[in-house]
């Protein structure tokens, strides 16, 4: 993905790692010696993560392809079991420490996600956490369909879509290392739209709108806020959420 816009391949590392540190400091104090399930695994680069963490994790990918790419990555890992099939027809089991969702929901339509997550509840261990990073859009929630499906969500919709499933809201945080990536990502589609083909020089231009972007960190996303610019047009958060009533901590 990172080659379409020109990026170094090391951007890729550069976001996980951020967004690495930023789930380890939100379940800081959460209980994590127990069982990890990853929902949407993609390749296991989560998996994998919280393979260092929890006694065991449990990832679950729905893609073929994917799946074989996940097996292969968690094959080092003894704690890992990986499992081909669709979230929806899996029988969760459990108890869990955590329930992890990085991007899985924006390919579930309302119905399906609240099934989902009131099928979970109950697998949940009594203080564990659901942990979503997912992508989101300002104002309306944003239903693409076609080849490639998805629901971008507002935060307030899936503020609702969480409450209404029975989960408590313990903590919002706009996942920072995404949205560096994603301004990038905006930027040089404005220049492929303007550029005739043959002048984009993404190599050239995609780096150095990159590392000018890293130059810029942390300040550079925060400057369009302070602006009030809407930019970037999607946006991605982590969700903390817990079952019961909130406990301030
Ligand atoms: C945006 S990717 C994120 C992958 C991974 N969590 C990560 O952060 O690198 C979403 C993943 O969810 C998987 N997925 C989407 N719908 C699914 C479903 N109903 N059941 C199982 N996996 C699904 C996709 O195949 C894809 O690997």
């Not at 292969?72 to 992890?100: K, W």
Request: aromatic share 10%; glycine share 8%; net charge neutral.
């Amino acid at each position: 993905m990172m080659d379409d816009f020109g990026f170094p391949v090391s951007a890729g590392d550069f976001r996980f790692r951020g967004e690495a540190r930023t789930v380890r400091r939100l379940l800081r104090d959460k209980k994590r010696n127990g069982t990890a399930l990853d929902l949407g695994s993609g390749v296991g680069y989560w998996a994998e993560e919280f393979a260092s963490q929890f006694s065991q994790v449990i990832a679950v990918e729905g893609s073929q392809t994917l799946y074989q790419a996940l097996k292969t990555q968690c094959a080092p890992y003894s704690n890992i079991h990986t499992i081909h099939g669709d979230v929806l027809s899996f029988e969760p089991g459990g108890p869990y420490s955590l329930i992890f969702f990085g991007g899985l929901l924006m390919y579930l339509d309302e119905h399906d996600m609240k099934t989902l997550l009131q099928k979970l509840i109950p697998c949940l261990e009594p203080n564990g956490t659901i942990l979503c990073r997912e992508s989101t859009v300002r104002n309306e929630t944003v239903t693409r369909n076609g080849n490639y499906s998805v629901v971008y969500r507002s935060v307030s919709d899936y503020t609702r879509i969480f409450k209404q499933s029975g989960l408590t809201l313990q903590h919002i945080e706009r996942n920072e290392p995404y949205v560096l990536t994603q301004m990038g990502c905006e930027l040089i589609e404005k220049w492929k739209q303007v550029v005739p083909e043959p002048l984009q020089a993404l190599e050239i231009v995609g780096r150095l709108t990159y590392w000018g972007m890293r130059l810029g960190t942390p300040w550079i996303t925060r400057l369009p806020q302070v602006l009030g610019i809407p930019f970037p047009c999607l946006e991605n958060h982590f969700f903390v959420l817990r079952t019961g009533p909130i406990v301030h901590e």
